[in-house]
């Protein structure tokens, strides 16, 4: 019986492993096309091994894992790689967050209060990076080969929605992070008119996108 439960756990904590480590390659499909499979699998034997999953749903697994990226010492040529494994986390979050309905444009079509708060959609998500991460996961979205784009190495801010229930990311201005981070309408009307940016626009681009609730 002893030896028959060894094997029955030794089962399960294989298959277990197998589950985790292929839900982190699901989660982060760029970091491993980036690093390749085997520096990917390596760095993810490390996490599962200290940072088991804990929650049934798998498709939420790997909440630190772009730490892990960050400071793996195999990665430390490319210090780029935890920006992207932190937008590829956001981008997750946005998938499986809460449905709310966006807001609708025609509720502004007679007037708008100043005073009115921006709530964001419980999808949307905003954050500021020190390397081009969202250019750099963009390269990364097709397997075709179109040749190469010169991309600035700069910081990036990268907004991410759902609209329409699926997910989209892009980088944004200064004008539309202070938008977007802003309470009010009217508040997120002068930051962003401050920045040098075209309000109407901005907002009109938000809506589109699905940023509010």
């Not at 002893?2 to 480590?21: E, I, M, Q």
């Not at 490390?46 to 730490?67: H, I, K, N, Q, S």
Request: aromatic share 8%; with cysteine; hydrophobic share 45%.
């Amino acid at each position: 019986r002893d030896v028959a439960l060894r094997r029955a756990l030794a089962v399960h904590r294989n298959t277990s492993t197998k589950a985790a480590l292929d839900a982190l390659a699901a989660n982060y499909p760029v970091i491993v096309r980036l690093v390749g499979v085997e520096s990917f699998q390596a760095c993810a034997h490390d996490y599962v091994r200290y940072r088991p999953p804990t929650d049934p749903r798998l498709c939420l697994y790997g909440e630190t894992f772009p730490a892990q990226v960050a400071a793996w010492h195999a990665f430390a040529d490319y210090p780029y790689l935890g920006s992207v494994a932190a937008l590829e986390r956001l981008i997750v979050e946005a998938l499986f967050a809460a449905d709310a309905a966006s807001l609708n444009p025609d509720l502004l079509k007679d007037g708008v209060d100043p005073e009115a708060a921006l709530v964001l959609h419980p999808a949307t998500r905003v954050a500021e990076f020190k390397w081009p991460a969202v250019t750099i996961w963009q390269a990364h979205q097709s397997d075709e080969v179109t040749g190469l784009t010169p991309m600035q190495w700069a910081p990036e801010t990268a907004l991410v929605t759902r609209p329409i229930n699926s997910v989209e990311v892009r980088s944004v201005d200064p004008a539309t992070h202070a938008f977007l981070t802003s309470p009010t309408l009217g508040e997120a009307a002068v930051a962003a008119h401050e920045r040098g940016g075209d309000v109407g626009e901005i907002f009109s681009s938000l809506l589109m996108s699905g940023a509010f609730a």
